[in-house]
């Protein structure tokens, strides 16, 4: 797990919002650049299932729903001044070069454990900033640690005096298109190795 710095909440412009997206995808771009790490294969027959939770129209939805589409799950915080931007990036990335005959089956998928600062609003301006394709989802605390532990994922709050920042894991977790937890790929993992093991799933 990595400890990120927390940048004070407030209600954001959407200036405000693009300049700081920008300084935070240059760090990410740069830490991107420093790993090439290999995936893991998600052989344990506990991890992994459906789950719903709430999107950014707060409307409930499973995982279940996007059988038939590959699914590259990300757990994060918009708060997250590194590796979030950095995954969110990636899904851009791939989303750009994916076939276009492709693209509709593959859904990237980012859920916020910090639903107290991710409102509805601000995670909905968050994931768009990368690609509206992107899905944010969210809940409540004690559902998000139920299917964050059901993944192999954890996060924790960190006080940081009056505030706080949000300790979690930094993987991203790839379900194939029958909603099966297949892989585990850790931070850093090249976006061209996410691009060939996508492609290989999509029916």
Partial sequence: MARFMQIKHGDYTRNDMATKMRFRLCIALIIASLFSLPSSWADSPGLGGDFTLRNTQNDEVSLS???GKV???YFGFTHCPEMC???LLQFKQLISMLPANKRDHFQPIFISVDPKRDTAE???RYVSFFDKKIIALSGN???LHQIAKR???NFRYVPTGASYTVDHTVNTFLINAQGKLVR???SGTPTSELL??????IP
């Fill in 141 to 143: 605390e004690q559902e």
């Fill in 122 to 124: 601000v995670l909905d």
């Fill in 151 to 153: 993944y192999g994922a």
């Fill in 196 to 201: 060939k093991q996508v492609t290989a799933l």
């Fill in 65 to 67: 729903a996007f059988k």
């Fill in 184 to 186: 585990i790929f850790p």
């Fill in 85 to 87: 931007p950095a995954a």
């Fill in 71 to 73: 699914v590259l799950l």
